[in-house]
C-alpha cells in the first residue's frame, strides 16, 4: 500500500514556464485524507523551493539540493556536504575549462558567470552572489553542490565527468538537459528519500511513489515501490520506470494520482 508520494519538481511538478501543476494541490490534499503523505524532492536550493513549500503546506521533511539537505518547517534537519578539498576543486575544473556555475554553500552562494538558464532559475533569489574568483578557497566554507551548465561545452562533460567522478566520495551527474550538478557521493535524491522515510516509519521499497524526469532523480525512481516517469523524460529514464504519465506541460502528475488512486478519490 501507498503512505507515501514523493515529487521531483523542474520537468515533473513545473511546467516548462515553472507553474505547478495546477490540479496537484487539491488531488494531494485528498489523497491525505485518506493517510497518504505528499513531499518533494528536488535539486533546487532551499530558497527556491519556499514558494513551493507554501503551495502545498508542506509539513513533512523535503529534500534540497539532490540530498545534499533536508528541511523541515524552514529548519535544517539534515545535510550532507561536498567535502571541501574536492568541492574546491571541482569549481577550479569548471573555471578553467569556461563553464558557468554556481556554487551553493550554507554560508553564501558564488557565481562564476551567467547563462540562460541560470538567469531564468535565480531570477528573485533572495540571497546576494558573490562573484567567484580562482583564489577562493572552497575548503572554508560548507558546499552543498555545484551546479554547472555546459550549454556552450557539451565537448567537455564527459572528460570533466570523468575527472570530478574519481574525486573520494564526490559525484557529478546530470540535472537536465545541459546542467549538471557536484555532489557528495552520498547527497542524492534517494538517499535523502530514504532519510524522510525512515523519519516517517515508511518502507520506501513497499510504500512510496516517485515521480520524476531526469537521471538525478534515478536513484529514487529505482528505490521506490511504484516509479513514474514523466512524459517528457529522458528515454533512458522512461526505461527504468514502472510507468510513464503524461507530460510536465499537461499536468501529469495529477492525472496520474487520480487515475491510480480512483478507488479512493
Known amino acids: 500500500m501507498i503512505k507515501l508520494i514523493a515529487c521531483d519538481l523542474d520537468g515533473t511538478v513545473f511546467d516548462d514556464n515553472k507553474n505547478i501543476d495546477s490540479e496537484l494541490k487539491t488531488v494531494v490534499d485528498k489523497l491525505s485524507e485518506k493517510g497518504i503523505l505528499f513531499t518533494v524532492i528536488s535539486g533546487r536550493n532551499i530558497e527556491l523551493m519556499r514558494n513551493v513549500v507554501e503551495h502545498f503546506n508542506l509539513k513533512l521533511p523535503f529534500v534540497c539540493n539532490n540530498g545534499a539537505n533536508i528541511y523541515q518547517n524552514n529548519k535544517l534537519v539534515h545535510d550532507n556536504c561536498v567535502i571541501g578539498e574536492y568541492a574546491d576543486k571541482a569549481a577550479k575544473l569548471l573555471y578553467d575549462n569556461g563553464i ?11 557565481c562564476n558567470g551567467i547563462s540562460d538558464f541560470f538567469l531564468a532559475r535565480m531570477k528573485g533569489f533572495p540571497k546576494p552572489f558573490i562573484d567567484y574568483s580562482r583564489d577562493l578557497d572552497l575548503k572554508q566554507y560548507n558546499t552543498l553542490k555545484i551546479t554547472s551548465d555546459f550549454i556552450d561545452h557539451m565537448d567537455k562533460v564527459d572528460e570533466i565527468m570523468e575527472i570530478i567522478n574519481n574525486y573520494p566520495d564526490t559525484c557529478m551527474v546530470k540535472a537536465e538537459d545541459h546542467v549538471y550538478c557536484v555532489n557528495n557521493h552520498d547527497a542524492t535524491k534517494g538517499n535523502g528519500l530514504r532519510w ?36 517528457n523524460a529522458d528515454e533512458y529514464v522512461k526505461s527504468r520506470c514502472d510507468y510513464v504519465c ?3 506541460n499537461h499536468n501529469g502528475v495529477s492525472k496520474f494520482l487520480k487515475e491510480y488512486f480512483k478507488d479512493i478519490l
Not at 100 to 110: G, H, K, L, N, S
Not at 203 to 231: I, P, Q, T
Open 100 to 110: 558557468v556555475f554556481r556554487a551553493y554553500t550554507i554560508e553564501d552562494v558564488f
Open 196 to 231: 524522510v522515510c525512515d523519519s516517517l516509519g515508511i518502507d520506501m521499497s513497499e510504500e512510496v511513489m516517485m515521480f520524476g524526469d531526469n537521471e538525478n532523480d534515478l536513484s529514487a525512481l529505482e528505490a521506490a515501490k511504484v516509479s513514474v516517469a514523466m512524459g
Open 246 to 248: 503524461d507530460d510536465n
